[in-house]
């Protein structure tokens, strides 16, 4: 690699950072404030926020124009992604439905390099909300979504997942022994749906199922969120078929044919 070569390389890379930081931290920074975070001089901080300003990147804070933020380029790209991923265009009407229905926060997943990737959100009209965003990733071990996907994984697949991520213990309730996790697994499989039951969120309950796609394999997960106090243990566990529905309803979109799963099967 030339030396020119090695100075863009080192330059995208900055450019990066910054808007890595500014994504991190959610509000609006100084130069100066940019430069101590990163361990940046003031001078290439100021001349990359010049230049990501110039591709609408970032944007001048509008109280403060001392200050960057980051800009709407970045959500267009960001609607663009999104907008290619098929299965976020298959499921959104089953989501819709999903969500009038419950009247409870509908999340869409994925599972990327062993943890959720949060995909598509559909809020409801109730007080209380989720603070989930689209783009937020997490553990699969202790999200209803995760272990709805986990439960249909090859054992290795699992197993690998659980080597590299571990099971770090999130709220009191979170699964954190192998044998305890396999045997939730077992009974996810054999229910068809999955309850988080505070164990990602203090607060927080969910149930979700995993979403199949043409060769049977599971792709994404379907969930609905509410606080403990209205999304009740009960309440989750009725919810579960209709959640489990609009998951199948997904999958038949994507060419998926359901098949009977037998003892035998299960982990």
């Avoid at 272990?147 to 999130?170: C, N």
């Avoid at 309440?235 to 037998?262: D, M, N, P």
Wanted: hydrophobic share 40%.
């Amino acid at each position: 690699m030339t030396d020119q070569s090695q100075g863009l390389t080192l330059t995208v890379k900055k450019a990066m950072d910054i808007l890595d930081c500014l994504g991190r931290v959610q509000a609006p920074l100084a130069v100066s404030e940019l430069g101590h975070r990163l361990g940046m001089p003031r001078s290439t901080t100021h001349r990359l926020l010049a230049t990501l300003s110039k591709g609408g990147f970032v944007a001048q804070d509008v109280e403060n124009p001392q200050k960057y933020r980051l800009g709407f380029k970045l959500v267009e790209l960001a609607g663009s992604l999104l907008d290619s991923i098929e299965l976020r265009q298959q499921a959104a009407p089953f989501l819709r439905q999903l969500r009038d229905d419950a009247n409870e926060v509908v999340h869409l997943v994925a599972l990327e390099n062993g943890r959720v990737a949060y995909i598509d959100k559909l809020e409801c009209s109730q007080a209380v909300r989720m603070h989930s965003s689209i783009g937020r990733q997490g553990f699969a071990h202790c999200t209803s979504v995760g272990k709805a996907m986990l439960a249909f994984l090859p054992e290795s697949s699992v197993a690998r997942i659980i080597e590299q991520h571990g099971l770090p213990a999130l709220t009191a309730k979170t699964i954190t022994e192998v044998p305890v996790l396999q045997r939730e697994l077992n009974r996810i499989r054999r229910q068809g749906f999955a309850i988080d039951d505070l164990e990602n969120e203090e607060g927080i309950r969910c149930v979700g199922a995993a979403i199949f796609d043409h060769t049977g394999q599971p792709v994404a997960a379907v969930s609905v969120s509410g606080p403990a106090f209205r999304m009740t243990l009960e309440r989750a566990e009725a919810l579960g078929q209709a959640v489990r529905t609009t998951a199948q309803g997904i999958s038949r979109q994507l060419g998926h044919r359901e098949r009977r799963v037998e003892v035998g099967e299960l982990l």
